[in-house]
């Protein structure tokens, strides 16, 4: 069958794919327009996609031949799976593999918002460092601190037990209890408005959906810390970018750690010009070893879901009913 892979990923998984079907990959690298989907994968069986794709309903019926969408990613809020499932064409996505990686990143950017790390680096190349201060670059401890997770699933709980150094009280805020966190970490379940007026870190780590989205707006950055910092690995319409502007510009909050942003690409320059937030180009899994664990993951999705089988990492089971 053909498979259409919308821009190069590792070739470990463009290989694998090839032992089984014809595969095209993109050759620009950038992402494609949705015409530029509709027409490069007019004759395709398989899409292989990343988070960047629009995968909406136009997209999906205007493939005729789709039989299997396999998304370069965990988050898959960038496919209407409603659509999808309605025609009977299982998506998958890439769970668990990119899950460490992604909490070291969070991590990475509770030091660099905590300690000032990227100021202080910007402050030494600038030539302004004059010897030691004591009153020099001033930032929060993190050990014995409350670190409230928001999304205790895979990536938070992987990032609330790499706490485990630094003594720390954990807060959770899920509609499931989390067993691990709980007995591992003595973690407290707890509601969004207690999480967020008691932790000094808060991290986000829920899926983009219709209930997750400006989750964090004014009135929870209102009733944060004047201390806290705050981290987004998860997606960026989650919080409400210009209200965290001006949280920020204000010094409502200590700081913004993000990965991840409204209207990715776009970082808006308001935001660029803020000392206390550290701002990353969307690349919490992107180490060697985990992007092609991902391509490797992505490709035997799609291998089982064209056989006519359940794709492991399959987020549309009901297909298979
Ligand atoms: P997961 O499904 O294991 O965890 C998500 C958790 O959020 C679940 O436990 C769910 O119950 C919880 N949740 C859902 N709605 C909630 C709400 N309203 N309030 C509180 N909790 C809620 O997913 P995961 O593998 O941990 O990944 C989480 C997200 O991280 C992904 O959906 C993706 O968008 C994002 N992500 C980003 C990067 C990056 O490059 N920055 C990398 C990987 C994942």
Redesign the pocket.
């Known amino acids: 069958m053909k498979v259409f892979v919308t821009r190069k990923i590792p070739e470990s998984g463009i290989n694998l794919l090839k032992d089984h079907h014809t595969v095209t990959v993109s050759k620009k690298d950038r992402v494609l327009s949705k015409t530029e989907i509709i027409d490069q994968a007019q004759d395709a069986e398989g899409l292989l996609c990343l988070l960047t794709d629009t995968i909406d309903s136009e997209v999906i019926s205007s493939l005729p031949n789709l039989k299997m969408i396999a998304n370069y990613?965990?988050?898959?809020?960038n496919v209407d799976v409603k659509v999808a499932t309605q025609k009977k064409i299982p998506v998958s996505n890439t769970?668990?593999v990119?899950?460490d990686t992604?909490a070291e990143?969070a991590w990475a950017l509770v030091f660099s918002v905590a300690r000032r790390i990227v100021e202080s680096d910007s402050f030494c190349r600038d030539g302004k460092f004059e010897g030691w201060g004591p009153m020099l670059m001033l930032g929060q401890d993190v050990t014995k601190k409350t670190l409230g997770i928001?999304?205790?699933?895979?990536?938070?709980?992987a990032m609330a037990l790499k706490s485990k150094g630094f003594n720390m009280n954990i807060l959770y805020?899920?509609?499931?209890h989390?067993s691990v966190l709980e007995s591992e970490l003595d973690a407290q379940k707890t509601d969004?408005s207690t999480l967020l007026s008691t932790s000094d870190i808060v991290s986000l780590?829920?899926?983009?959906?219709d209930?997750?989205y400006h989750?964090i707006g004014e009135k929870e950055l209102e009733s944060m810390k004047e201390t806290a910092v705050l981290i987004n690995?998860?997606?960026g319409p989650i919080i409400d970018e210009n209200a965290l502007i001006k949280a920020l510009e204000n010094n409502q909050i200590f700081g913004a750690g993000l990965?991840?942003y409204e209207q990715e690409p776009k970082i808006p320059k308001r935001l660029k010009q803020l000392n206390n937030a550290v701002i990353l180009p969307?690349?919490?899994?992107?180490t060697r070893e985990t992007r092609s664990k991902m391509a490797d993951m992505a490709a035997e999705n799609m291998i089982q879901g064209l056989n006519g089988k359940q794709p492991s990492n399959c987020v549309n089971p009901e297909v298979f009913e």
Do not use: K, Q
């Open positions: 990613a965990v988050g898959f809020n769970p668990e990119l899950t992604t990143l928001i999304g205790a699933g895979r990536i938070g709980t805020v899920d509609p499931e989390n969004l780590h829920v899926p983009l959906t209930d997750t989750l690995t998860s997606r990965d991840v969307h690349i919490g899994s992107a």
